[in-house]
């Protein structure tokens, strides 16, 4: 069992009590008491927080950190040993004690109570391994490290400790160790912290309770959990973890779907993806890719002599990666379907009658380039209208259709085009009132799409209703590319209804 271990920063005695009925009520497996938050902590003070936390029933951490191992303790360390031994006279079931301080007199535990810890707040210790047997050494119940990682790839190390040992807990901090948070209980280590609330963390990215149980399903993984994960930089914005887990969630589907937060290089991107894949017992099934790693994604499935889907080609880039059990990697874009399956949908049409409609795209970036050739690759007849105006040519001259500046949209009194398709920047949020077309040119017998999710309803959707004209929001092309990932990742009908819940509410 790895215990879901919830700190409880001991600011005062009656804070504490309420945080650990909260804690309870959270369902959370073992507490923390921080006794180092304590302004001046006493043995009286001791007595009272570890029989509030026996009354719990759960199982009962006592910590009284020094400063120098990022804790608050300041007083002299005769004191600190004092109160820790106090802790397990009152009946608390660990003990963590730094390595450092085994140097001066250690409380008078046995071994079965202690938990021996190193942490290390700037990096990842060169010499971990040794530390990790120096605390071995000293045949506590349970070897704890902790350290904060500079790069995704640091977090590898925190999960190979867990791999190896039983009654560990290693861990890397901060945005980039999640994973580590996460992956403890798949790989068995003795616990993970969740803090009880935004703000009440005792480390840096701590998740919250209600966010393991809910958004990452804490309850549901175990050794066979397959791994998923969303790759980007940045990426704590993203709503496909969300949305993922809650529809694996949904079809009781045993997988787990985390955000990594990968620098924005390909020898960042080709070193993460080497060593997660290096260990197999992670389980990695499939990834989404966002930016600006789409065209890493590629490159690396093409190094690795995978497949690469008749688009995602086309496109150049890739947005969906799919690692087979026996081991071949395949790339995919779903970007364009995502974005076509909403015009079939809105248009009730099958997707080779897309041929018979002209349409407008404004924008020549990356979500542009993948509807042009999906909107092509169905023989639709597309004109580009682009700010600057050899993009709007380039791509053009590539998929075979008609290019314009986007200005001149001004001087047309007529858009011959039945589907307008908005995949500029225009109208997104802070600059809500700029629309990339005068209302004017919008008419009731065209679709409008415009593919900015935020604000949901833009200026340009806003005016297409006014004119009786159908329209499409972004967030649809969001849930569908998400829909036709999640049909790739599981081979299963994704639930869209489920989907379009996590993310609107
Ligand atoms: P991108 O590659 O950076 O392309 C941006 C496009 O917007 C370019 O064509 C650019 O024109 C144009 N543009 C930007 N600011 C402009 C301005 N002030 N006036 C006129 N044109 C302007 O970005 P992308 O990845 O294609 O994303 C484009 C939009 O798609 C995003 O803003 C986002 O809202 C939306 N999006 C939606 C989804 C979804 O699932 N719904 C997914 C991803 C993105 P130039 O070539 O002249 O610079």
Redesign the pocket.
């Known amino acids: 069992m790895t215990y879901l271990t919830v700190p409880i920063l001991v600011k005062s005695i009656s804070q504490a009590k309420a945080d650990i009925a909260q804690a309870l009520s959270a369902h959370a497996e073992m507490l923390e008491l921080r006794l180092d938050y304590l302004p001046n902590p006493t043995v009286e003070d001791v007595d009272e927080v570890v029989s509030a936390a026996r009354k719990s029933s759960l199982l009962i951490i006592a910590t009284c950190r020094p400063q120098n191992e990022g804790g608050r303790f300041k007083g002299p360390e005769e004191q600190r040993q004092l109160l820790l031994n106090h802790a397990l006279k009152a009946g608390a079931d660990y003990v963590d004690i730094e390595l450092a301080s085994l140097a001066y007199k250690p409380p008078d535990l046995t071994n079965k109570q202690s938990i021996i810890s190193h942490h290390d707040f700037d990096k990842l210790p060169s010499n971990i391994n040794d530390i990790l047997k120096d605390i071995k050494k000293t045949k506590p119940a349970v070897a704890k490290i902790a350290y904060q990682p500079q790069r995704i790839t640091e977090c590898f190390p925190a999960l190979d400790i867990i791999k190896e040992n039983k009654n560990v807990i290693s861990l890397a901090m901060g945005d980039l160790g999640i994973m580590t948070r996460l992956l403890a209980k798949k790989l068995g280590a003795f616990l993970t912290f969740a803090s009880l609330s935004p703000g009440s963390e005792s480390a840096p990215s701590q998740i919250t309770i209600k966010d393991m149980k809910q958004l990452y399903r804490w309850d549901a993984l175990d050794s066979k959990t397959k791994l998923y994960g969303v790759i980007g930089y940045p990426i704590a914005h993203s709503l496909s973890p969300t949305l993922h887990n809650a529809a694996f969630s949904e079809i009781g589907y045993n997988g787990l779907y985390l955000p990594f937060l990968v620098e924005p290089t390909w020898e960042e991107f080709k070193n993460f993806m080497d060593g997660i894949l290096e260990r197999k017992w992670l389980h990695l099934r499939g990834l989404s890719i966002t ?1 600006p790693h789409k065209v890493h994604a590629l490159e690396y499935v093409l190094a690795r002599h995978g497949g690469i889907g008749k688009l995602a080609q086309r496109i150049g880039s890739v947005n969906t990666l799919i690692f087979e059990e026996n081991g071949r990697l395949s790339g995919f874009n779903t ?1 364009y379907t ?2 076509m399956d909403a015009i079939m949908h809105s248009l009730d049409i099958k997707r080779t009658e897309l041929s018979s409609l002209s349409t407008a795209v ?8 993948a509807l042009v050739a999906g909107l092509t690759d169905e023989g639709a007849e597309v004109t580009i209208y ?3 105006a050899e ?2 040519q380039l791509l053009a001259q590539e998929f075979g259709c008609k290019w314009r500046a ?1 200005s001149d949209l001004k001087k047309l009194k007529h858009l011959d085009a039945r589907v307008v398709i ?5 109208g ?1 949020h802070p ?1 809500v009132d ?1 629309t ?1 077309l005068t209302a004017s040119l919008l008419r009731d017998d065209m679709v409008v799409f415009d ?4 604000p949901l309803q833009t200026k340009l959707l806003l005016q297409a209703q006014a004119t009786g004209a159908k329209t499409i929001d ?5 849930i569908n ?1 998400a829909a036709a990932q999640f049909e790739l990742f599981t081979g299963k009908p994704a639930p869209r209804s489920t989907l379009r819940r996590a993310v609107l509410g």
């Open positions: 930016i970007d995502g974005a404004l924008g020549a970036g990356g979500v542009a380039r682009n700010r600057t993009k709007a986007l908005n995949c500029t920047s225009i997104m600059k700029e990339p593919t900015v999710y935020n972004g967030m649809s092309m969001f590319q």
